[in-house]
């Protein structure tokens, strides 16, 4: 413990710097807790999915699994809340509930158990209110991820706790990150169905006037090769040539424009319409977009004051009176941010900043409640890596895996070379070292307010 606490020391004065004066409910004595309760998803998660052939495949947590320190003793295996409880001498982190409802075939149905005793309840894909999640089985993907909000997770550990928290307890709480992930992928989805829409009638249309207009009559000859083109688009089994050499021979079938039935004359027409297509799905595409992201930066808004009011009301409300928040982190530096367009990084750093903020203003005056910036540290920390040991902040550590995805990333399948002091694990989740980082600030943040 003191070990660690030395290890602190170098950024202890900046911190203090950046953090201000004394809180007003700093107790009087420093705390001694009788457990660690953790609510959350994939960040603060010890292994909800750690089950069936993740498990046996070596995952079960959203970081670089396993204890790999004889390779590097930065490879840890271990979250920030595993490190925190160490701290404190806590017992080890387990997980409250585990299973998973994915596919059978590969090992990924497993009869979800509640664990007595144990109060992590952080899931994956867990977000504050909503049940559906990321990777939840509904969303289609293969692991069935059980996704229990961040609400549910509470009212569960109320239920089995008398309905109040002791109040010796420390709390955690780290939420959000999925609930802008899951807003994502519905907008991307929503904007891949316009585009396809508009580009799919585009090119109809650029296909069926350019192959009209050498018809004698090319108004009637529309009306026929739309008609052909759309029978043909609507029979099952239909491919896209299949289209195409419908609209043409109805072409060729028109008086006086027999000739367009030679490849050398409608081939340019294919690809001209092709290239229509294309741009009018990539303008409805942008235009889904920009009319429906601002509710998505509200829904992320609202989704922070809902973090909150849980906060207030139904963990500090019923008795807890150390919990400490952490606000989502600087997504927009992750892979999965940077692989994507300026515009969908600019309305991802929308997304945070609307939650972060609804957040922190949610709980202003909240007694009890240490407000944790880790927007602030991972935003640092992609600019400044190397005061930080940090010596790759912008590729994954973990190599393909069945899922791609950390949770079943170990040691069998890094990438080439030295990923210890990697930042992130996959596209999204980080590694161990980074994981340690992240312990090390939330527990600075402690230490000024008299909790460690």
Aim: aromatic share 6%.
């Amino acid at each position: 413990m003191r070990q660690f606490k030395f290890v602190l020391a170098w950024v202890m004065a900046a911190a203090l710097a950046a953090c201000g004066g004394d809180h007003d409910d700093k107790p009087p004595v420093k705390p001694t807790f009788s457990a660690q309760v953790t609510f959350g998803d994939s960040l603060a998660d010890v292994g909800t999915d750690a089950v069936g052939a993740v498990a046996a495949a070596g995952g079960g947590k959203f970081t670089i699994n396993g204890d790999n320190t004889a390779i590097n003793p930065a490879l840890t295996g271990k979250v920030w809340s595993e490190l925190i409880a160490a701290q404190l001498g806590l017992p080890a982190p387990c997980a409250a509930q585990t299973g998973l409802d994915g596919d059978p075939a590969l090992g990924f149905s497993v009869p979800v158990v509640n664990h007595a005793g144990c109060y992590g309840y952080a899931q994956p894909g867990a977000r504050v209110t909503e049940p559906m999640g990321p990777r939840n089985k509904a969303t289609g993907s293969p692991l069935g991820q059980l996704t229990v909000p961040v609400a549910t997770q509470v009212a569960n550990h109320l239920a089995l706790s008398g309905g109040r928290f002791r109040g010796d307890e420390l709390v955690f709480v780290s939420a959000g990150g999925n609930d802008a992930l899951f807003l994502l992928d519905e907008l991307g989805a929503g904007a891949a169905a316009a585009g396809k829409a508009a580009g799919a009638s585009t090119f109809a249309n650029s296909l069926v006037l350019q192959l009209a207009a050498g018809a004698s009559d090319p108004a009637t000859a529309a009306v026929a090769i739309g008609a052909a083109l759309q029978a043909e688009s609507a029979r099952p089994g239909h491919t896209d040539d299949s289209v195409v050499r419908a609209a043409v021979n109805a072409a060729a079938s028109q008086p006086g424009n027999a000739r367009v039935a030679d490849a050398a004359v409608y081939g340019p027409m294919v690809a001209k319409a092709l290239a229509d297509g294309a741009a009018a799905g990539a303008a409805a595409g942008a235009a889904y977009l920009a009319a429906n992201s601002p509710g998505a930066v509200a829904a992320m808004a609202k989704a922070g004051l809902e973090l909150a009011a849980l906060v207030r009301n139904r963990i500090v409300g019923n008795g807890a009176n150390f919990v400490a928040v952490n606000n989502i982190p600087d997504v927009s530096v992750a892979p999965i941010a940077r692989a994507q367009p300026a515009q969908i990084q600019d309305l991802i750093r929308a997304m945070v900043n609307a939650f972060n903020t609804a957040l922190k203003d949610g709980l202003v005056g909240a007694k009890g409640v240490l407000q944790v910036d880790l927007f602030a540290l991972v935003q640092d920390q992609a600019a400044n890596p190397a005061p930080y040991g940090l010596t790759n902040v912008t590729t994954p550590a973990c190599g393909p895996n069945l899922l791609n995805s950390a949770v079943l990333c170990n040691a069998t399948n890094l990438n080439p070379g030295d990923v210890s002091h990697y930042m992130f694990a996959d596209d999204a989740h980080p590694t161990p070292f980074e994981h340690a980082l992240v312990a090390r600030y939330i527990a600075l943040q402690m230490i000024r307010r008299g909790w460690l």
